[in-house]
């Protein structure tokens, strides 16, 4: 069994709107709560923490889903600082070895299927896993002017999407040491790289987008709405 981590701390102020992103409706629930009701309908995840932010006003309180428990906690100013709130908040019952799964609470679309097979790749991989997508686009780096400088290759790139998934005691000592260091991570297989690690690729479901923008929304609306 496992545990799942949802960072919720964020104001999610690019997106524009008057509250949150994730508390945003696609398909007549909140991003947070489709995200939620993924993760803890899966048979592999015990429960869930949550990171909220203290002045959040607009969680709505839920103590359980689908027979789990949902915890919460205080988060960060960074994503970093939210998941190791939540790692934290743990119960105390929770080993160092559990595999625990980061999820972004804005990433509403995710699938039974990919849970399962990040789950059984981070079991068997000491170094843990991410669910990611390789790259198809052309890419282009920019010169300082906006103009094309040169074309990138992109065989071996890859899009890190979430769930991410980690032992306990490994995601805790890379995030400690990131913070030691002074150094802002923008996803926790980052921090696990620092150590000298490589966490295993495990190609996920394109669709498991994240929202960003209300053309983001709108899609996540889109595919909510038509899933099997």
């Not at 629930?29 to 429960?47: F, N, Q, R, Y």
């Not at 805790?172 to 690690?197: C, F, I, K, S, Y």
Request: aromatic share 4%; hydrophobic share 45%; net charge negative.
């Amino acid at each position: 069994m496992s545990w799942a981590l949802v960072p919720a701390a964020g104001s999610g102020c690019r997106f524009g709107a008057d509250i949150p992103k994730q508390y945003l409706h696609a398909a007549g629930k909140a991003l947070i709560e489709h995200a939620l009701d993924a993760l803890l309908s899966h048979e592999t995840i015990e429960g869930v923490v949550v990171a909220l932010s203290a002045d959040d006003s607009h969680w709505p309180g839920w103590t359980s889903l689908h027979g789990k428990p949902v915890l919460t906690c205080i988060g960060g100013s960074e994503r970093a600082d939210s998941v190791l709130a939540a790692l934290h908040a743990l119960p105390a019952g929770v080993a160092a070895d559990c595999i625990v799964l980061v999820h972004d609470a804005a990433r509403p679309n995710l699938r039974a299927d990919d849970i399962l097979r990040l789950h059984e790749a981070a079991m068997a991989h000491s170094d843990g896993a991410i669910l990611a997508a390789p790259v198809r686009d052309t890419l282009k780096r920019s010169d300082a002017n906006a103009s094309i400088a040169m074309t990138e290759p992109r065989d071996g790139i890859w899009r890190a999407l979430t769930p991410q998934a980690f032992r306990r005691d490994l995601l805790l000592r890379a995030l400690e040491a990131a913070r030691a260091d002074g150094v802002a991570v923008t996803d926790d297989a980052q921090a696990v790289e620092r150590l000298g690690l490589h966490p295993r690729l495990v190609e996920g479901r394109e669709d498991n987008l994240k929202v960003t923008t209300p053309a983001d929304l709108a899609l996540a609306e889109f595919l909510l709405e038509r899933r099997i």
